[in-house]
């Protein structure tokens, strides 16, 4: 049993270089998300997903984008890397009922 | 809208020693409220729950009450061990439609042998 993952572990970007950052999971979970954690921070959410299809934004989404066309799969994608990005990204799914919510194990990220 | 505040960290212990560590949240209705756990190099995994008041979340030695009069839940452990070292993230789920979870700062633990 996988759970979720993510690819790929760790990146280095230069501005204005565009990538995709995957998160697949195998549980038929309903809803799915991307966090972001800066050094010494909490996690912020940048945008999620209620079902395939359907995406909304979260509380930091500008400068990244999602799509979510199977339940199993929710990528995300910069557009035009800025330093401002450099963080460690976390993929998140949780089933119709709180139980938990399942993290994957992260993208190291840097933009230089 | 929805927050949640933890102490900050790091907090710095013996071996044995007992761990405390704070959260309070302010949100609409009632959540539910969790504790996760990040170890190094590692994703965030669930520590403990609680989806209503009063109720008591437990788990590795670890315990945490809802407590909706000062909404907070507190995290406590009796006996530290040096495989506690890790990051905890108190969060609180509105339990309504996306179920968004939103997390605290978190709180560095290191604990000494």
């Known amino acids: 049993n996988a759970g979720v993952t993510q690819t790929p572990k760790f990146r280095i970007l230069k501005i204005g270089q565009s990538m995709t950052l995957q998160c697949t999971q195998d549980m038929n979970h309903n809803y799915m998300y991307w966090y972001r954690q800066d050094p010494g921070m909490g996690l912020k959410l940048i945008y999620y997903s209620v079902g395939a299809g359907i995406t909304d934004k979260g509380e930091v989404p500008n400068g990244y984008n999602v799509s979510r066309s199977t339940t199993e799969d929710f990528p995300l994608r910069l557009e035009l890397a800025a330093p401002s990005q450099t963080s460690v990204y976390f993929c998140?799914?949780?089933?119709?009922?709180?139980?938990?919510?399942?993290f994957g194990q992260g993208t190291r990220l840097t933009v230089v | 809208g929805d927050s949640v505040t933890q102490m900050e960290g790091p907090v710095t212990l013996s071996e044995e020693a007992f761990l405390t560590i704070n959260c309070t949240y302010t949100a609409t209705g009632y959540p539910s409220l969790f504790w996760y756990v990040q170890y190094p190099g590692e994703g965030l995994q669930l520590l403990l729950k609680?989806?209503?008041?009063?109720d008591k979340g437990s788990n590795k030695g670890f315990e945490a009450t809802y407590r909706k009069e000062t909404t907070s839940f507190h995290l406590e452990k009796g006996s530290v061990q040096v495989s506690d070292s890790a990051v905890y993230f108190c969060?609180?789920?509105?339990?309504?439609?996306?179920?968004?979870?939103?997390f605290g700062g978190g709180t560095r633990v290191l604990v000494k042998p």
């Open positions: 998140a799914s949780i089933d119709g009922v709180i139980t938990e919510a399942f």
């Open positions: 969060a609180l789920s509105p339990k309504a439609a996306g179920n968004k979870l939103t």
């Open positions: 609680a989806t209503k008041a009063d």
